[in-house]
């Protein structure tokens, strides 16, 4: 049985091990940030963004049907202008198509110039900023009307900044970020000092010239006075130049935040034109949660795709397969470990099935040994009792004097061995004519395995409390534990 423990114990060092190695397996497989709950709130909105897309289609078969009844030329051009503002960053086709349809309808200056600066987005969105440039200056051949000042200035300072991302060489980047610059100073005159794109506009140029604290100071001032969280456009707008000062400023953790505020407003937004979720990715990436990479950039990807959005979709290129190269090492990774954790799977139950095998074979073993004990156990109380029985007869029919004879001369050392358990000054008197005495009689009886007093007595025919002080008498006289004495008397 001891050997069985140790087996046991062998075992369960085994199964600790392979424990522990899997669960190194799945770790390293695995990895979380510092914002798991909003992550996974990002998570549920990719998965059910179609949700989201539903109130814009409402509010789009809504004017298509106006558009039906409308018969007046102001109502169509109206409702043409609804139209395309609802497909902006949701659908760059169909904002084409009815920027198209408002410019060949227009009739007024006004109409004329809101319709190309229409047409001039839609083409900087498809990343034809050449043409873009065209159909902008054509729209100031009269004067530019004063509603339309902030809309023609936001324009060409975004045609500028995209640009300026897209630059190849170190004089153009320096000549386009100057004029977006200009272009950002312009918007601060149009808007009013204090109010929300006043206070944008000024931390985004505060940005671009690299003054990151009062770039921050601008957006926290703004918002310790005004309530910008769950605002649809102030809030994302704000989340996403905070994370982009953040990450300039190298505070990594403070940018992924807010990428992802930002990156959630777009999506329950219904918005199909995901930057703060495309540089969430990158962030994501660069931190080793590849698969949540993959699946924000994929994301990002198919819905530019689907939006038109072709400026975009040039933009992701430049980065989605480093991303899929990392998603595709994670998941070779993640196969990898899945393997060698089966593996350990299987060796854990092929270690179980043997040790199962081997408890059930040492458990027949267990019940034999078991059975031949109870077998031999039997035997010898059949034993006995026939020793007993023979003893008895032999009793009956000769004298103690032949018991004496015949036991010395079966067992001739007796005495002596009997006298070796004993204390030195205890010394066994035999009579002359008697070669045993009642205690030694009593101690042979013992030695043939008879340890019942009565039936020593019977034997003997000796009174009970004979046998009785004859043997408290041998174990007061015992060498050693006097308990014991008589188990080794049995045995000698």
């Known amino acids: 049985m001891s050997k069985l423990n140790r087996n046991m114990k062998q075992l369960k060092w085994i199964y600790a091990v392979i424990f522990f190695a899997g669960a190194f397996v799945l770790t390293a497989c695995g990895g979380r940030g510092s914002d798991d709950a909003l992550l996974r709130e990002l998570d549920q909105c990719i998965i059910a963004r179609a949700n989201f897309y539903v109130p814009r289609e409402q509010q789009i078969d809504s004017l298509r049907l106006l558009l039906k009844d409308s018969l007046s030329h102001y109502n169509r051009f109206e409702i043409y202008g609804r139209l395309l503002e609802t497909y902006r960053s ?49 729209a100031l051949l009269i004067p530019l009307d004063p509603v ?6 936001h324009l060409r300072r975004t045609l500028f900044g995209l640009m300026d ?89 403070q ?19 995901y930057v703060a979720l495309r540089e969430l990715a990158v962030l994501l990436c660069n931190e080793g949660d590849s698969e949540r990479a993959y699946k924000y950039m994929f994301c990002a990807e198919q819905d530019a795709m689907t ?96 018991f004496d004879d015949a036991f010395l001369e079966l067992f001739p050392d007796f005495v002596m061995q009997v006298q070796s358990l004993l204390l030195p000054e205890a010394e066994l008197r035999i009579k002359p004519k008697e070669r045993l005495n009642t205690d030694l009689r009593v101690m042979a009886l013992i030695y043939l395995g008879i340890t019942d007093s009565k039936q020593i007595a019977e034997i003997l025919h000796y009174s009970l409390p004979t046998i009785y002080n004859s043997r408290t008498r041998m174990r007061n006289l015992a060498k050693e534990n006097r308990d014991s004495f008589e188990d080794k008397v049995a045995i000698l």
């Open 165 to 253: 991302d897209f630059a190849v060489t170190e004089r153009e980047h320096r000549i386009y970020h100057s004029i977006t610059q200009q272009y950002r100073l312009e918007l601060m005159k149009i808007h009013a000092a204090g109010s929300f794109l006043h206070e944008l506009v000024r931390a985004d140029y505060l940005y671009e010239e690299q003054l990151y604290d009062s770039a921050l100071y601008v957006l926290e001032a703004y918002e310790s006075t005004h309530h910008v969280e769950g605002k649809p456009f102030e809030e994302p707008a704000f989340a996403f130049t905070r994370a982009q000062i953040y990450k300039k400023m190298g505070c990594i953790d």
């Open 90 to 138: 949701y659908n760059l086709d169909s904002q084409q198509y009815y920027t198209e349809a408002r410019l060949e309808m227009a009739e007024t200056s006004f109409e004329k110039q809101v319709s190309l600066l229409n047409y001039s987005e839609v083409l900087m969105r498809s990343g034809m900023y050449h043409e873009t440039l065209v159909y902008m200056d054509s």
């Open 307 to 402: 939006g038109g959005e072709r400026g975009r979709s040039i933009e992701i290129s430049t980065v989605y397969p480093v991303i899929k190269d990392a998603h595709m090492h994670y998941v070779h990774r993640r196969q990898v470990g899945m393997i060698i954790f089966f593996v350990l799977v299987c060796l854990i139950a092929v270690l179980s099935l043997v040790f199962l095998l081997y408890i059930h074979k040492k458990h027949r073993q267990l019940k034999m040994l078991n059975n031949r004990l109870a077998q031999s156990n039997e035997e010898l109380r059949k034993s006995n009792h026939i020793k007993s029985v023979y003893v008895r007869r032999f009793m009956k029919m000769s004298t103690i004097e032949d």
């Open 148 to 153: 339309l000042n902030h809309y023609y200035n």
């Open 255 to 273: 940018a992924k935040h807010y990428l992802i505020i930002a990156s959630l407003n777009d999506l329950r937004s219904s918005v199909r034109e």
